[in-house]
């Protein structure tokens, strides 16, 4: 019988998603077949899985731990933010509806079924799936009909560990203090806890910990240090960010909208010691000196271009054309560089047209259908084939779609101005590309060394394992997944 554990957290952030890739790939290195689950998810950086559905980032690089493909099962719901107050809601892959924060909860009790069905389906194909759960289970005035914590695990009668942030502080009050304010069903679900992200001697903690055990009653399965090498693994969070960077010559600026999305397509050049990549957040100007200019994707185009001019960032932009930068624009900032971008059926917000940059001579539509799939391009300036995914909604037209960045299928993909100083395109995922990588660098006049990207992802999950087999009792998860509830 397939068993199933539950990762959840005293609070946002402590570090679920690192824990079930490193578990996941522990187990799998000990000859277990195992799946990454997580009912609900909340993100804007999404991966495409091979039948060209969305899921959370996070799912995707816990499926690479497990040595699988990424599948819609492992998260069957995913809202995508689209303001401070409404989101995009993807069930099983799809988009279903959009809405706002206060009109959730009456949608969620609809969202179970399709949450166990997807769960139910792993656990034909796993000897074990480790679930992760969202935000914190302690927000209990969002239990009524709640999929992402003790909701879930109560309706898949699925054992819970407890995992604490010791970083931020206060990790006794996070984790004694959950159990105060869950009901008895729910704290009767949860068999044990860990202590994450320790820095320094851990034996400092020995009465901490012990303290914690005894108010709880639960089972203790490790302090873990803090894992140095986080920063090599795809982040899912926009929050960490601002820890990225670089030491290299070549100097990589990216504006951090607030409605960033799939931002793990920095991540490879952020492995390039060639170069240096900053992330300029909201009230800091974009450095004129820059190389590159990269426009990320973003989940309101609209918005956040409103949002670049309201920072300074188009004078900016403007300035350090003039200076010699090149500018890239990956999806929404693609849409942002032409003429004019029309929402006539808002679907992003309210219906509108605006001006766009003007730095392409393209204009953009948001209709039709999204789009969702892994793409194989071909880069017109090197010749260099490049593989990378789609997910987006509008279609962008227009005369610099006659100079493309890339060909799919023989067809234009992209936009490249007059002077060959601006690009624009739709995919996602290509610096991934090692060999494609490579040549859009050299082309740049930048260093490329010889990283292979996804090795280096290989060997950090391997390296996490390793940090987990030697700091939490993974013998005693074991045997909580398997005892169930």
């Not at 660098?441 to 090795?455: D, H």
């Amino acid at each position: 019988m397939t068993a199933g554990v539950m990762i959840q957290g005293a609070g946002s952030n402590v570090g679920k998603s690192m824990l079930v890739a490193g578990f996941a790939r522990a187990l799998v290195r000990r000859g277990l077949t195992v799946r990454p689950f997580k009912p609900q998810n909340m993100s804007n950086n999404a991966a495409v899985t091979p039948d060209g559905s969305e899921i959370g980032r996070a799912q995707a690089l816990q499926a690479m731990a497990c040595g699988v493909a990424p599948s819609v099962d492992m998260n069957p719901v995913l809202l995508k933010p689209e303001s401070e107050t409404g989101a995009q809601v993807i069930v099983q892959g799809k988009r279903l509806t959009t809405v706002r924060a206060r009109d959730y909860a009456a949608l969620k009790p609809q969202l179970l079924a399709p949450v166990l069905d997807s769960f139910n389906r792993l656990k034909t194909q796993a000897d074990l799936v480790i679930v992760e759960g969202a935000g914190s289970p302690a927000e209990v005035n969002l239990r009524a009909n709640d999929i992402a914590n003790m909701g879930f695990a109560a309706a898949a009668h699925v054992p819970v560990i407890l995992a604490g942030d010791i970083d931020r502080g206060g990790v006794i009050a996070q984790i004694v203090g959950t159990q105060a304010v869950l009901d008895a069903g729910d704290n009767a679900l949860i068999r044990g806890f860990l202590i994450n992200k320790f820095r320094g001697d851990p034996r400092l903690f020995e009465d901490g910990y012990r303290m914690i055990a005894r108010r709880t009653g639960w089972t203790g399965l490790g302090v873990i240090p803090w894992f140095g090498d986080a920063h090599r693994l795809p982040a899912e969070d926009a929050a960490d960010l601002r820890h990225k960077g670089g030491d290299g010559g070549f100097l990589i600026a990216v504006p951090q909208l607030n409605r960033i999305a799939n931002f793990d397509d920095l991540d490879p050049l952020m492995q390039e010691p060639g170069l240096r990549v900053v992330f300029v957040p909201p009230g800091q100007p974009l450095p004129v000196e820059a190389d590159l200019i990269l426009i990320p994707g973003s989940k309101s185009t609209i918005a956040d271009l409103a949002c670049f001019r309201a920072q300074g960032w188009d004078i900016d932009l403007a300035a350090a054309l003039r200076r010699g930068a090149r500018v890239l624009g990956l999806c929404g900032g693609y849409q942002m560089l032409g003429r004019t971008i029309s929402d006539p059926d808002g679907i992003e917000g309210a219906p509108a047209t605006v001006t766009g940059l003007g730095l392409l001579d393209v204009q953009t539509v948001m209709a039709g259908d999204k789009r969702v799939t892994l793409t194989q391009a071909r880069h017109t300036a090197s010749g260099t084939p490049a593989s990378g995914y789609e997910i987006h909604i509008g279609r962008t037209e227009g005369a610099d779609r006659a100079r493309p960045v890339f060909t799919v299928d023989g067809a234009p993909e992209g936009a490249i101005s007059t002077d060959g100083r601006v690009m624009g395109s739709y995919l996602h995922g290509l610096f991934s590309d090692d060999a494609f990588r490579g040549a859009f660098l050299r082309g740049l006049g930048a260093q490329a060394s010889n990283t292979v990207y996804a090795q280096g992802v290989e060997d950090t999950l391997d390296a996490l394992a390793d940090h987990l087999e030697a700091h939490a009792d993974i013998d005693g998860l074991l045997r909580i997944a398997r005892a169930g509830v």
